[in-house]
């Protein structure tokens, strides 16, 4: 559902003076990098820290590369005023187009795997976004070749802001993302991992890393298999390779089994007291790899990117399922017992 474009305001006229308090789009980046403690316990030598992406006011980090993407569309005037801004999206990116649509008042249409979680469709509906659903067979690869054709169809109608091939996704994170970890870790930052989707949030983090520090170690993670439970990431092999990726960034590239994310998404929650999303879950486990691997005593600060929190996800049936109980738990179950 959308209002029509006629009825939609096109300005909020001007106050006297600037209003108090601060627009929420304002809000967009400067996440906080969260210590994880109890999970590194085997290796105390490694300090683990989780960009806590869903602090950005759309709850995920693909808040940085749809604001990016919009305001260089309007710069450039590619996105003219008339226009209805087009895309295709596992839903991350729907949810911040929807929100800046909201927000700055231009109409959204977004094209999807109608598989996608049931919390998804129902933010996106409460923004007033239009959804263009796509067969979950399919995959996100459905949803592009959907977003093509509508766009080929009438052109002059939309703005398609392909976020696979549009540069403005990966230069959110080179411009934002890896500065701030640069500050937020006093430059102490020695590998980074992230999930790759669009692989913009990868590819814009690690290229400006390396510039400031070319030792540090950027490993890209990905689902090891074409059908995964791992929402908003691609398995490059079987998928449409986005544009925007480059494979020779990564000093590695670890494939992780959705059994994986969602252990450690389980363990992040009952250990850490932090609700995170499955890709997150999946960063997680990358980064315990790496630190698993890593010369005994050596002083190691990883990086992973937490694309989003676990309330998306909640109707999975992992959370629920699982008989995974972690040792901290276990412990506080026999402290209980004893009192
Ligand atoms: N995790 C989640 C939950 C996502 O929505 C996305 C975006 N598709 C990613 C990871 C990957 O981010 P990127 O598109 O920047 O590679």
New binding site residues.
């Given amino acids: 559902m959308q209002l029509p474009v006629s009825n939609v305001p096109q300005a909020i006229p001007a106050r006297a003076e600037p209003g108090l308090g601060e627009s929420s789009v304002a809000r967009i980046g400067n996440t906080p990098l969260l210590r994880l403690e109890r999970m590194t316990s085997d290796f105390p030598h490694v300090q683990l820290l989780g960009k806590a992406e869903w602090y950005n006011p759309g709850g ?3 808040d940085r ?1 749809a604001s990016n993407i919009v305001s260089e569309g309007r710069r450039s005037g590619k996105f003219r005023p008339e226009q209805i801004l087009l895309d295709a999206t ?4 729907g949810i911040a187009y929807a929100m800046l649509g909201a927000a700055a008042h231009f109409p959204v249409t977004l094209c999807m795997p109608e598989n996608v979680s049931i919390e998804r469709k129902r933010i996106l509906f409460a923004y007033g976004a239009d959804i263009v659903y796509t067969p979950a067979a399919d995959g996100s690869d459905g949803a592009i070749r959907a977003a093509r054709e509508l766009s080929g169809r009438e052109p002059g109608k939309y703005f398609y802001a392909d976020q696979y091939s549009n540069d403005a996704n990966w230069r959110a994170h080179y411009d934002g993302t890896a500065e701030e970890i640069w500050r937020q870790t006093e430059g102490r930052i020695t590998h980074f991992v992230a ?8 590819m814009g983090t690690a290229r400006r890393l390396k510039e400031l520090n070319g030792s540090i170690r950027c490993i890209s993670l990905e689902p090891d298999a074409p059908f995964h439970g791992i ?3 691609k398995h490059m092999a079987s998928a449409m390779v986005p544009r925007i990726y480059d494979p020779s960034l990564a000093d590695e590239n670890l494939g992780i089994t959705t059994e994986k994310a969602y252990a450690h998404a389980i363990r992040a929650a009952r250990d850490e007291g932090l609700l995170i ?1 499955i ?1 997150s879950g999946g960063a997680l486990a990358g980064a315990l790899e790496v630190a698993s691997r890593l010369a005994k005593n050596r002083e190691a600060v990883v990086v992973a990117i937490l ?2 929190s676990g309330d998306k996800y909640l109707s999975e049936r992992f959370w629920t399922e699982s008989e995974t109980r972690t040792d901290h738990q276990n412990s506080r179950r026999s402290a209980s017992c004893e009192w």
């Fill in positions: 995920s980090v693909k590369a596992s839903g991350n990116t999930m790759l989707g669009t692989s913009g949030t990868f929402e908003g990431a999303g890709s694309p989003d």
